[in-house]
């Protein structure tokens, strides 16, 4: 399928990716609510102030005019003594109804994944032939040479130049096997990429080339796509958690960006075409799904941080007014962080640079 151009094109592209990620979050919230018999007042896709609302059965569908996230507004959320309220409600039942939204974004990626590796996609393959080896690096500690054959690391075929960075970055850190071909033998070497090598190496210190290559178009059915899927989402996790460490073991500063230039991003993968965009969007997802989960005040993971402490104290509750203030600031620096980022976002766009490149 044609990439998605224009401005008006990518602007749609990021609206419709933010609707799909709300909604699963959303929604999380809402069926797991009306499961527990919690009443829910309102069901929102933006922040206020509210352009127009539906009401249905009890329940206001409201769209706003902020288009950063959205919020299901439930009866009693840090009110015990309302009847019927979330607040009142077990501590098993309120974990369940805070954590779904984070837990619907953690499923949509396996979802996304699924379809990608389904669809019918060109793949460029061919062997991985080492070129050099720097010297002390743990590729050279390790045995290998210049013209080897990478065939495989850990348990994973090896058939192009992406595949062996993909695995060398999910593995920082972490003791890998790789598998090689030498003069028709089979070698397995092992070594522990390293978070912080010397400028101009990689993590493994080895540099690579794909000289024999061929064009493969490939669709998994099903049952392989969905296992396929799976392991992607479970790798994101992996990719996530090496990304925070490397900030502060390969002392990098972190690539942060706000809404604008996440539009940004989602505009210039959708020049792509909708698999690639799928898997931007399977990739936001879960960022949101962990970043939500976090124990920062006002997200749901510092709603679910209160539900703890209260179990941890024997069912003694921070009062209802304390907790609200918590995450009253909690709002409040998150939005002066947005409207920082935002503003860097767009001096980047202003000079025509790009997140990617």
Excluded: C
């Amino acid at each position: 399928m044609p990439g998605i151009l224009g401005f008006s094109g990518n602007i749609l592209a990021f609206l419709g990716v933010l609707l799909v990620l709300v909604l699963a979050h959303e929604l999380g919230h809402f069926v797991t609510a009306k499961l527990a018999g919690v009443p829910v007042l309102e069901f929102g896709f933006g922040y206020p102030p509210r352009l127009f609302a539906i009401r249905y059965k009890g329940t206001d569908y409201s769209l706003n005019l902020l288009p950063l996230g959205g919020f299901v507004k439930l009866v009693g959320e840090e009110d015990p003594a309302q009847p019927g309220g979330l607040a009142g409600r077990g501590i098993g039942v309120r974990l369940m109804v805070l954590g779904a939204g984070s837990f619907m974004n953690a499923v949509l990626p396996v979802l996304l994944l699924t379809a990608t590796f389904m669809a019918p996609r060109d793949t460029v393959v061919g062997p991985v032939r080492i070129e050099d080896v720097a010297a002390d690096s743990p590729a050279a500690l390790a045995g290998l040479q210049a013209g080897d054959v990478i065939r495989r690391i850990n348990d994973r075929e090896i058939t192009s130049i992406r595949e062996v960075g993909y695995n060398i970055q999910l593995n920082l850190g972490s003791q890998i096997e790789v598998a090689v071909t030498r003069d028709g033998q089979t070698r397995v070497a092992t070594m522990v990429p390293r978070w912080n090598p010397p400028p101009g190496q990689g993590a493994t210190g080895i540099v690579i080339s794909m000289p024999e290559r061929e064009v493969r178009t490939v669709a998994l059915p099903l049952p392989q796509a969905l296992g396929e899927g799976l392991r992607s989402s479970l790798d994101m996790l992996s990719l996530f958690k090496n990304g925070i460490l490397s900030t502060f073991l390969a002392r990098s500063g972190p690539a942060v960006t706000g809404p604008i230039g996440i539009a940004q991003v989602t505009g210039e993968v959708a020049q792509g075409g909708v698999l690639p965009l799928l898997e931007w969007m399977a990739l936001l997802s879960m960022n949101l799904a962990v970043m939500n989960i976090l124990p920062i005040p006002m997200l749901d993971g510092g709603r679910v941080f209160f539900v703890l402490l209260e179990w941890a104290r024997r069912g003694r509750r921070i009062p209802a007014e304390r907790e609200g203030l918590v995450h009253l600031v909690g709002f409040v620096i998150l939005m002066g962080l947005i409207l920082i980022v935002s503003y860097y976002d767009i001096m980047r766009i202003v000079r025509g640079e790009s997140i990617l490149r």
